[in-house]
Structure formats: C-alpha cells, structure tokens
C-alpha cells in the first residue's frame, strides 16, 4: 500500500492531501517511519505539506464510536459531504491473463467512462440537499445559546490544531438534574416562601400537589401503553388493569381534595366538562380523566393565573422544564442501547430460539423509547399551554422523525439531517 501511493504522487506539488482508506486509522500511525525506509525516488516530503488519513462513510461503519469519530471522513476539513469510496486509481499494468485482473480492470474501466454521469447525478442531489442542510442546520441553531457556540468552535479549532485535545465529535453522555433533585429545590423555594409569609396556605405543600398530578399521568399513560396494540386481553391481565384502574381512581380522588385547595378555578372548569358530555355516555376510563393541571386550564379571561394560587404557574413551568431535560436524556440513553443491542444481534445472534429473545429484548427497549419520547411530548404541550414563551424556544417539538437511531444503518450519512435531540 505505502509504495503504491506514493508511487502515484510522485512529480505532485502537494499543499493538502487527503487520503481515504478502509484502515486509514491503523495505516496512519507510522508513516513517516515507513516513508523513511521507501526508495528515494518515491520518498514523499511529508514536512512540506499538509495530510490527513480518513475512513471511508460507509466503511466507517465497522469501527467502533471513537475510531469514528478521529477518523471519519465526514468530520475531516475540506471534504465536504464526499463519501470517499470511490476514489480509486485504475490497476496498474501486471498480470492481465489472469481473469480475476481482468474483472478488477473491467470494473475500473466502467467506473471511469461513467465518471462524467454519476458526478453530475451526485451535483443535483448535492445541490437540492444543500438547502435542507442548511435549513436543518438553522434550526438547531436557533435552539443553542450564544455562549455553547462558541465554546463548541472553539473545541473544533482545537482539535484541528492539536488532535490530542478532546474530540468534539465524540458522542456525549451529558448529566443534567434529576426530577427528584428539581423538586427538592421547588419545595425549598416554597419553604423559604413559607418563612417570609409569602404562602396563602399554611403548612401545605403546592409542590406535593403537583407532583401528585404528575405521577398520575405517568400511571394514565402505563395503562394506556399497556392496552395499545392488545387486540385480546386475558382474564389475568384484566384483573390488573382493574386493579391498576382501581388504585389510581383513589389516586385521582386525593387529587382532587388538593386541587380544590390550590386550584379554587378548577371546578368550574370541571363542571363545565360534566355538563359538556353527553348524559347517556359512560362516564371516562380512570386513563382518560382529565386532571385539569394548571398548564390544562383555559387562559381566556383577565385572570393570569387561571384560578390557582399564587405561584403555582411559575412551579410547574419548573417541573416540565425538568420532565422535558430528563427525557431527552433518557431517549438518547435507550436508542443507544438498542442501537447497541441490534449490532450485537446482527453479529452475534443465529438460530430461531436467540433470534426471538433477542427481537424480543430490542422491542422492550423500542417500547421504553416510545414511553420516553411519549414524556417529552407531554411535558413540552404542558409548557406551551403554560405559556413558557423562553421553555418553548429551549425545547423543540418532537417529531416522530426524530425518534430514530443516531447513525442507522438505513440511512445514508451524507444525506442525514442533524437531529435536535442529539445536541
């Protein structure tokens, strides 16, 4: 391979040199030493030019995440979105009796005549996949504040300058506060609310309250999740829904005594619903009962604070922002995992027994995903009905699109759209 290349540059003056190979990442490593043993004639003046060593797109895709990430030819300076797999030189003259050679030069020589065609098939997908990328890139733009830009191309001008720095291309894992911790400090808020005698209500908790209506959510969407795609429910899975329904219409019935407390404007909201339905319809599944969180009140009217206390609004606003955060990085968690799960499937599982468990394992993984994604949606919707003009700018609308694993292998690279929950 060395002598082969630098056979072909001989005679180049080179500024910049950019080289894609299947092992570029191993080749790379000691090649000034090899170029030293080379022929004179061929030897290249590595210290007057500027090289780089890069991975193929879709070769790329058997290296692991940090060989991809150093030596991908997507994240290389001055490539643009090439793939860097055809670039290839025709097989030079040897044994052309031979009929494997005479493939091999068949081959070259096909790719070559039909150079001029797929290069201008490849300008107009280019030119109208431009527009999305940029489009794309604008809008994830939008959602990244002034100072994270920055020190991310400043990342980026220090890795391309000393390549020992941290790669920014590295897929992160980001830590960020827990609900639990969210909440402990809404509720030291509201304590420290409660010594200055700023409370209306004495000795309650408005955070308990909404946490109260958070948690029945989640157990609203379980059941509903739980019935979604069953066409037959056994006589066992029945009595636990009866018991999940059961629970959780005590749940909502405590709910209620706090609302009346902390949301005075509530029951009229509710008995505007009760006279609404229809008097010969059964009354709602506990799954389906509209709690009437602040975030779900009507905002018409002059009443900014849509019949809660004081206080109330600005505390869920909290809690959703947290919801949204934690979500976000709970999806990612789970569709790298089952990105993981599927690579180690097609690798490693054969026989219709594993194949089984494993489809199983990864649709497990899928539904926690769906549940995640189905989280963030819910917690989003509530900080817009808040009203939450700066959350609604820092969170984006999650589309079904967008829910999909980053770097899937049915998806071509070049051509894929930077995904806002991956940022």
Known sequence: MDYIIMSALVGFNLMLLTISYDIACQWKKTLPERNKKMPKAIRLPLDKFTYQCALPVWHAGSHNEDCQADNGLSFKEGVGKSDGEGVEHDAGRGQRVDSLEDKIDSHNYSKNIGQGEALQRKLIVAISERDCQVEAFKEVSRTVEADVKTAWKQMIKAWLKDPSMPNPYTPSRTDCPSEAEVRLAVKRDEDAALAAGQSPLEGSSATAFLVAGLQIEEAQRRIITQLAGTALVTADREEKLHDWRRALLVKIGKFRELQKRYMPGAAQALLNLETDRDEEAPPPKPEKIKLFMPSQMPSEGADPLRGCVSGLIRMETTLRASQCLNALVTLRARLHAKRHLITFWNANVAGQVQSTKA?????????????????????????????????????????????????????????????????
Do not use: M
């Open 359 to 423: 489809r199983t394992l990864i649709d497990q993984v899928g539904e926690r995903v769906e549940a995640s994604a189905h989280k963030y949606r819910r917690a989003w919707e509530a900080l817009i009905g808040l009203g939450g003009a700066e959350e609604g700018v820092k969170f984006r609308e999650l589309r079904p699109e967008d829910v999909q694993l980053d770097g899937c292998q049915h998806k071509i690279i070049c051509n894929r759209a930077l995904k806002y929950i991956f940022i």
